[in-house]
Every structure is written in C-alpha cells, then in structure tokens.
Nanobody, 120 residues
C-alpha cells in the first residue's frame, strides 16, 4: 500500500527528495513518517508528520517532511546531505495521530525501502 521512491547515489552537500505514495486507503488522520536504517544500526525515525511534526536532531535544519493529502503522499526533502545520512529509507504510517511516536512498532504500514548513498 505504500510505495517509496527517490533514493540514489549523491555527493556530500547534494539534495534528494523522497516520495511515498499510499494506495488503497486514505491516511489523512494518521501520522506519516520516514525511518532509516544504516548497516549495523537500528532503524530510527528521521521525521514524522501527524498532528505534530518531528525531526531527529541530526537532520534538523536540513530535512523537511511534507504531506499532500490530495495525493495521499508524503515527501522528505533532504538538503546538505552528509555521508552519515547513508541508509535505506522507509516510509511508514502510524494510527497514532497525536503525540510523537519514534518506535517502529507504533507504525502499522511500511513501504519498501529506498537506498540513499551519500559519498564524501
């Protein structure tokens, strides 16, 4: 139901925009978010947008999450990319609309991952 795309290989300082389109149902009253998982590391919530907007500290000021309710799509604009941003990025949807929920177990729907590789 969720399809993510937009990853790729870029150089440090470049920008990428990830998109995740939801099909089959509307998620207007859900939180939509982006997680990432680097090799050997746990999956972490990068940004989410529900009633509140959340960013992990390491991306504040560089990444922007947005939603287009008409298209049932969530975006992650990533600027000033760094090698540490290299990971597989996953979009996810949580039924918890209020509050901030960083745990992957709070998200019921997941897209396939899209790989972002940032070279130095």
């Amino acid at each position: 139901q969720l399809q993510a795309f937009g990853g790729g290989l870029v150089q440090s300082g470049d920008s990428l925009r990830l998109s995740c389109a939801a099909a089959g149902r509307t998620f207007s009253a859900y939180t939509m978010g982006w997680f990432r998982q680097a090799p050997g590391k746990e999956r972490e919530l990068v940004a989410s947008k529900g009633q509140r907007t959340y960013y992990v500290d390491s991306v504040k000021g560089r990444f922007t999450i947005s939603r287009d309710s008409a298209k049932n799509t969530v975006y992650l604009q990533m600027n000033s990319l760094k090698p540490d941003d290299t990971a597989v990025y996953y979009c996810a949807v949580s039924p918890y609309y209020s509050g901030i929920h960083t745990e992957p177990r709070k998200y019921d729907y997941w897209g396939q991952g899209t790989l972002v590789t940032v070279s130095s």
